[in-house]
C-alpha cells in the first residue's frame, strides 16, 4: 500500500509549486488566498461587473428570483437569481459569472440548464428584445491550458469590455487584477 502513495512521480506531482490552474489565486497572483477568501472574490468579481455596466449608463434588470417556470409559486421554489442581466439598445445581456471555468459535469450541465432556462424565460417575456447569454470569466480570453466544460456560450472578459465600450489591454486588465490581490 505504501508504494502506491509513496514513490517518487507523487512526490514529483506535489513538488510543483506553481500554480497553472485558472482560479483565484492565479487571477489576483496571490497564492496566500484561502478558499474562503475566493468564494468572497467571485461576489466582488460580480459586483465589480454590474459596476462596470452601470458606470456605462446601461439599467441592471431585476436581480431577484424569476419564475422561469411560470409556477406562480410565492415561495423560492423554481425561481432563479439572474447573476448578471442587463439591456443595452435592443439587447438583453444575460450571464453566469463563474471564476473556475473547470467544473465538475453535474455542476457544468446545472449551469447550462439554469442558463437555458433563464433565456427562454427571457426570450418569452420579452420578445421585442433579442437576448444573448451565456457564461462570463474572469479571465481576458482563452488561454492554453484552460479546461473549459460549459457547452453555453462563454464570454471572456475581453468580449465583455467590447461590448460596454471600456478600451483596456490584457496586461492593464491583469495588472488591475494582481493590484488587488496585492491588497489581500
Do not use: H
Not at 73 to 79: A, C, D, L, P
Not at 80 to 97: A, M
Not at 126 to 146: A, D, H, Q, R
Amino acid at each position: 500500500m505504501r508504494e502506491f502513495l509513496i514513490n517518487a512521480e507523487n512526490v514529483v506531482l506535489m513538488s510543483v509549486t506553481e500554480n497553472t490552474d485558472f482560479n483565484v489565486k492565479r487571477l489576483l497572483n496571490n497564492n496566500k488566498l484561502d478558499q474562503s477568501q475566493s468564494i468572497r472574490f467571485g461576489k466582488i468579481f460580480e459586483k465589480f461587473i454590474k459596476d462596470l455596466i452601470k458606470s456605462k449608463g446601461y439599467k441592471l434588470i431585476n436581480e431577484e428570483l424569476v419564475d422561469v417556470y411560470g409556477t406562480g409559486s410565492k415561495t423560492n421554489k423554481g425561481k432563479k437569481d439572474l447573476d448578471i442581466c442587463f439591456v443595452k439598445e435592443n439587447t438583453i445581456f444575460y450571464f453566469e459569472s463563474k471564476l473556475n471555468l473547470n467544473l465538475d459535469s453535474e455542476k457544468s450541465k446545472s449551469t447550462d440548464d439554469k442558463i437555458t432556462s433563464i433565456t427562454e424565460y427571457l426570450i418569452r417575456e420579452n420578445k421585442e428584445n433579442y437576448v444573448f447569454s451565456g457564461l462570463i470569466t474572469c479571465w481576458w480570453e482563452k488561454e492554453e491550458g484552460m479546461s473549459i466544460t460549459t457547452k453555453t456560450n462563454l464570454l471572456f472578459m475581453k468580449d465583455f469590455l467590447e461590448i460596454l465600450d471600456i478600451k483596456t489591454t490584457k496586461e492593464e486588465y491583469y495588472n488591475l487584477m494582481s493590484d488587488f490581490g496585492k491588497m489581500i
